[in-house]
């Protein structure tokens, strides 16, 4: 995925959890007197949240191939009226590719 505008990118929990690892090899990084230690629960607590998730064990690359593979469905954040907007056949289409992916 590419970040066109920093401000209001969406990520997934995939890339959330990178920029997670990312912050906390920073966070370590520093003098121990030079970390925040509410920075260091919620990075703790949120990694550990997405890492029990199946963020935890997908890949970047997958993520980015499911993506390609629902453009034709118009996918957004969040899917509102989708037995309005899919037919039956699309949902079951979409279905089958969230499964193979």
Do not use: C
Not at 82 to 96: F, M, N, Y
């Amino acid at each position: 995925m590419e970040v066109l505008d920093k401000k209001n990118a969406i990520l997934t929990n995939v890339e959330v959890l990178k920029v997670l690892r990312d912050t906390r090899r920073k966070e370590n990084a520093l003098p121990k007197h030079q970390r925040s230690w509410s920075v260091g629960t919620v990075l703790y607590e949120t990694m550990k949240y997405l890492q029990n998730s199946p963020a935890g064990s997908q890949k970047n690359s997958s993520v980015k191939e499911f993506s390609k593979k629902v453009q034709p469905y118009e996918m957004r954040v969040i899917i509102e009226e989708v037995d309005e907007r899919l037919t039956e056949e699309q949902i079951k289409s979409l279905v089958a590719v969230s499964v193979q992916t």
